[in-house]
Each structure stands twice: as C-alpha cells, then as structure tokens.
C-alpha cells in the first residue's frame, strides 16, 4: 500500500529536549515536506526537499532541522523545542519536478507534539 | 508570505445538495490550485487541481472553477454525502513551496 508514514504519532516532551520526527515514504518520490497545522493558521510549509541532499526552507523554517540522506526518509529535527512549536505536524510527498512533476501531495497521519 | 484564505470558516448542507467551497488567492505568479480533505484525525487527502491557463476542471462529483481576474478559486460537490464532511482547504503553488487556506469546515445534514 502507497503510503506515507511518521513517528512518533503523539509525543509530549519538555522545553530544551532535542527530539526527531521521522518520516517515510514508499513511494519512490522525489519530493517531500514537512507542515505544521495550527488553530485558525492553516497548514504552513517548514522545509521541502526536491531530492536526495537538496533541502530547501518553506514559510516558517525557524527552529526546525531537516536531513534527506535517503530518498525514501525525511525527518524533521527540533534541536531545542520551545512550547510555540507545540503543533500537529504533517510530512508529505509527491513525483517530483521535470515532465513527470505531480502536484497531488500524500500526507502522513500527522505528530502531535507539546511541548511544556 | 502568500496568502490564501477562505470566504466562510464553516458550511452545512443538507445531504443530496451541491456544495460550495470558495477561496481567494493574492499571488498572481501562483501556477497551480489545489483542494485537499481533511477528515478528523487524519492528514489530508488531495481532491483535484487545476493549472492556471485554466478555468474550470472536473473530477468525480467535483469541479473547480478558477477566476485569475479576481483571484478567486471554488470547488463545487454534487449531490453531498455523509461522507463529505470534513475541512477542505485550498492550496497554491508557484514553484515547489505551497501555501495552504485556513480551511471550511463542511457539514452534511442527513
């Protein structure tokens, strides 16, 4: 099954405590992201990844880290959370750019983070 | 940053009548529209796009309607189910970053 999967599903931690999302996709697509979903705002764009070693910064980058190492992992790296970063965050992906580019994006089930 | 919003943050419509969902957009440079699905508990799930050399675009019970003069986008469902209510959210794009609307949440009355 084509999918798109994160960990942890629902992680509560405190001010300071470095922690990773994890994101995979098995669909062999080239582009990924991360979004964060708040009350009232909407889902806003982190980073993005057009390939293997390509990261690129979206809407609201600051406080958050990204490594694409493998096409298939994204995750998403909080160095030292801070509790405006409490949120539901979602990891994407779709075909990536050239003639093949796809702009039906495949979204994770979502991490709910809260950070105290 | 871009901005995409929504005409009404909620719309109820009883089940078997069409619905629509409106969205404008400020970026005229934006080269693709997208509407996404949001069931409760769940990540989105996209519905359809459109290109914007485009005015209208038809999927199964779904047509998006594209209106560059006034930057205005909407998603029309026919005959609305049950299984329709959820948050839907608009979406822009002109290159690879994507901005999303803050969504209308849809209710479909029995």
């Known amino acids: 099954e084509a999918q798109v999967t994160q960990n942890p599903r629902y992680l509560i931690t405190v001010t300071g405590k470095k922690l990773t999302v994890t994101c995979s996709q098995n669909m062999n697509h080239e582009y990924m992201s991360w979004y964060r979903q708040d009350p009232g705002l909407g889902l806003r764009q982190i980073y993005y990844?057009?390939?293997?070693?390509?990261?690129d910064k979206g809407d609201v980058p600051e406080g958050y880290k990204v490594s694409r190492k493998e096409k298939r992992n994204f995750p998403l790296i909080l160095e030292s959370p801070s509790p405006n970063q409490t949120s539901l965050y979602f990891c994407?992906?779709?075909?990536?750019?050239?003639?093949?580019?796809?702009?039906?994006?495949?979204f994770g089930p979502g991490t709910r983070l809260t950070v105290t | 940053g871009e901005s995409v919003g929504l005409h009404l943050p909620t719309l109820s419509v009883q089940e078997g009548d069409n619905s629509i969902i409106n969205c404008a957009y400020s970026?005229?440079?934006?080269?693709?529209f997208i509407w996404y699905k949001q069931e409760s508990g769940k990540g989105p799930q996209f519905i359809i796009d459109i290109r914007s050399n485009m005015d209208k675009r038809q999927g199964q019970r779904v047509t998006v309607l594209l209106n560059k003069t006034v930057k205005h986008l909407s998603l029309q469902i026919a005959a609305t189910q049950p299984g329709d209510s959820a948050v839907y959210f608009c979406a822009e794009t002109a290159g690879n970053q994507f901005y999303f609307g803050t969504g209308t949440s849809l209710t479909v009355i029995p």
């Open positions: 970026n005229s440079a934006s080269d693709y």
């Open positions: 990844s057009m390939n293997v070693e390509v990261t």
């Open positions: 994407a992906s779709k075909r990536g750019g050239g003639m093949f580019a796809s702009y039906e994006q495949y």
